[in-house]
Each structure stands twice: as structure tokens, then as C-alpha cells.
């Protein structure tokens, strides 16, 4: 009898354009690819973003759907399970003065910036240029963190004040933070504990630092699978064959 093999997606840069809805063409062709096989979602995101950006069809095809850095866990409807954590009030102080002295020209908008620190179940994610900026503010801002490491000096600044905690980051504007180890290994973990087999997991922020390398490591160091980058939905279906 063969060995099962389970495959684990990012989502957002993976299966998605960031924070943008899965397109049809792409939704039609996985799903095709997605037939008999165990599939599960990994996801930086709270289950609302989920549901947003992948449609329900896809998500109805998955064994399960990892969330918030896999701090929560649906099958189906099911909660399996989900962690919780307060942040430290200091950290919250850290964060909004990062924010007030960011050096990237943010564009006035109207109706706000939008949260810069938002809770999610066992993590919290942060961004100096607030939840509400648009498509080309993010691509503008990914662009100049490009050049300038602001996200990267960030988290060197805060590892240094709060060892106790993760600090990953994720998508084109964000950090994600959370205790030690709640990261998005634990999804793999999981997989391993209670199905086992093979994992193959797919993700566009594998390198050192980025919010999928905790999960790449931990199959490399268990040699229970394998993990691929890529930088857009397109080469995600490059990459199966589709």
C-alpha cells in the first residue's frame, strides 16, 4: 500500500493574489487538480479573510483549513482546535511608536488608515501602514520594504525586547507575532500526529523569516516531505502541472 501523501497551501501570494479573491480560471483548474487527493489550507489569516479570498467550493474540498498562523483549526465546521493569547500591553506601546516614526511617505486617505495591530486568534498581525490601504499602496510599500528593510529592522528591534515571542513576516505590508512555536509549524505537526504520511507544502515566504519558514523547517527536520516557493498563483499551478 502506498505512503498518503497530504498537500499544505499558503494562501495568500499562493492561491491568491495578495489580499485579493481567488480568480474563477485559477478556482476552476484546482479544483480539477484537487480530486482524491488531501489538501489543506495554511493560512496567516483569520477564517473571515479566508472565506473572502477562497471560494467555498475549494474550501469544501479541503480536509481542513489551517488559520491565524495555524493558532486555529476547521474541519468543515468543526473547530479542532484554537489558541489563545494576550499580548504584553509594552508591546502594543512598541508597535504604535514604530508606526508614528515609519519613513515610508504614507498618502493621505480618506477614512483613515485602518488598524495597524489586529488580533487574531494566537497571534497578532501589525503593519505601519494601516489595514485599509489599497492594492497599489501595498504593492508601493512592498516595493520601497523592498529596498529599505523597514519590516526586517522592525523585527530585529522587537526580538531583541521580547524573546519570548515570534515575529514572522508576512504578505506585502505585514509582521505576524505570536509566542514561540505558535507558528505555522504546528499545522504540520498536526498532520504528522494524527494522519501521517508525506506533506508537500507550497508557500511564497519559505526564506528565513517569512511567515511559512517555521513549517518548511519542521518538515525538513522530521524528512517527512517536501516544500516549494513561489511567487504567484500562476506558478502555483506550474508547479502541479496544471
Not at 475549494?58 to 489558541?83: D, P, R
Not at 516614526?101 to 485602518?114: M, S
Request: net charge neutral.
Amino acid at each position: 500500500m502506498s505512503e498518503s501523501t497530504h498537500y499544505l497551501f499558503d494562501i495568500d501570494g499562493t492561491l491568491t493574489e495578495p489580499r485579493k479573491k481567488m480568480s474563477s480560471k485559477f478556482s476552476k483548474s484546482f479544483r480539477g487538480w484537487m480530486e482524491n487527493k488531501s489538501v489543506f489550507l495554511v493560512a496567516g489569516s483569520d477564517l473571515d479573510k479566508v472565506n473572502e479570498q477562497v471560494c467555498q467550493k475549494v474550501i469544501n474540498e479541503c480536509e481542513g483549513v489551517f488559520c491565524s498562523m495555524a493558532n486555529q483549526f476547521w474541519m468543515g465546521k468543526n473547530l479542532v482546535y484554537e489558541n489563545e493569547w494576550t499580548p504584553d500591553p509594552h508591546l502594543r506601546e512598541c508597535l504604535i511608536g514604530f508606526q508614528m516614526y515609519t519613513k515610508f511617505p504614507i498618502r493621505p486617505k480618506r477614512g483613515g488608515r485602518g488598524k495597524i495591530i489586529e488580533l487574531r486568534p494566537g497571534m497578532l498581525n501589525f503593519t505601519t501602514i494601516g489595514r485599509n490601504a489599497d492594492a497599489e499602496e501595498r504593492h508601493r510599500y512592498y516595493d520601497w520594504d523592498t529596498k529599505n528593510g523597514e519590516r526586517k529592522s522592525i523585527v530585529e528591534q522587537l526580538e531583541e525586547s521580547f524573546p519570548k515571542l515570534d515575529f514572522r513576516i508576512g504578505g506585502q505590508i505585514s509582521i505576524d507575532i505570536q509566542p514561540k512555536g505558535f507558528n505555522k509549524c504546528q499545522a504540520s505537526r498536526w498532520v504528522r500526529e494524527n494522519l501521517g504520511g508525506k506533506m508537500v507544502f507550497i508557500g511564497d515566504s519559505c526564506h528565513k523569516g517569512g511567515n511559512d519558514y517555521d513549517l518548511c523547517l519542521d518538515i525538513k527536520e522530521h524528512k517527512d516531505g517536501e516544500f516549494h516557493q513561489v511567487d504567484s498563483p500562476s506558478e502555483t499551478l506550474k508547479m502541479l502541472g496544471i
